[in-house]
Nanobody
Framework: QVQLVESGGGSVQAGGSLRLSCVAS????????MGWFRQGPGKERQFVAS????????TYADSVKGRFIISRDNAKNTTYLQANSLTPEDTGVYYC???????????????????WGQGTQVTVSS
C-alpha cells in the first residue's frame, strides 16, 4: 500500500526556515502529483502547495506564495517543502499527500488526494 513519511518539522523563531521532506512508497511515485497541507490549532486542514507529477506546475496557497517552495525528486521518491520567512501563523501539523489519480496538475482540494502521511509538527514562535 502507499505510505508517506514526513520529516523535518521542528520549532523555529519567526523569520526562520525549515525544509520538510516526504518519502513515498508503494506505487510509481513519478506518476502522481504531490501536495502539502497543514492544520493549525483549532483549524481545518488547509492546502499549502502542490506539484505536478512531472514537476511542470506548482500551485500555492496565497498565504505562502513567495515564501514556500515545493519541489520533488522522482529518483528519490521524495517531495520537499522549503518554508522560509516563517511566522507564528504558519504553526501547525504539516501533512504530505499523494494524488488520488495519476498525471494531475494544479491540484489543491483535499478530495483530489488519496493518501496522507502522519504529519510533522511545525511551531513558529514570535
Amino acid at each position: 500500500q502507499v505510505q508517506l513519511v514526513e520529516s523535518g518539522g521542528g520549532s523555529v523563531q519567526a523569520g526562520g526556515s525549515l525544509r520538510l521532506s516526504c518519502v513515498a512508497s508503494g506505487r510509481t511515485f513519478s506518476r502522481y502529483a504531490m501536495g502539502w497541507f497543514r492544520q493549525g490549532p483549532g483549524k481545518e486542514r488547509q492546502f499549502v502547495a502542490s506539484i505536478a507529477w512531472n514537476a511542470g506546475r506548482t500551485t500555492y496557497a496565497d498565504s505562502v506564495k513567495g515564501r514556500f517552495i515545493i519541489s520533488r525528486d522522482n529518483a528519490k521518491n521524495t517531495t520537499y517543502l522549503q518554508a522560509n520567512s516563517l511566522t507564528p501563523e504558519d504553526t501547525g501539523v504539516y501533512y504530505c499527500a499523494s494524488a488520488l489519480h495519476p498525471y494531475g496538475l494544479g491540484l489543491h482540494a483535499r478530495t483530489e488526494f488519496g493518501y496522507w502521511g502522519q504529519g510533522t509538527q511545525v511551531t513558529v514562535s514570535s
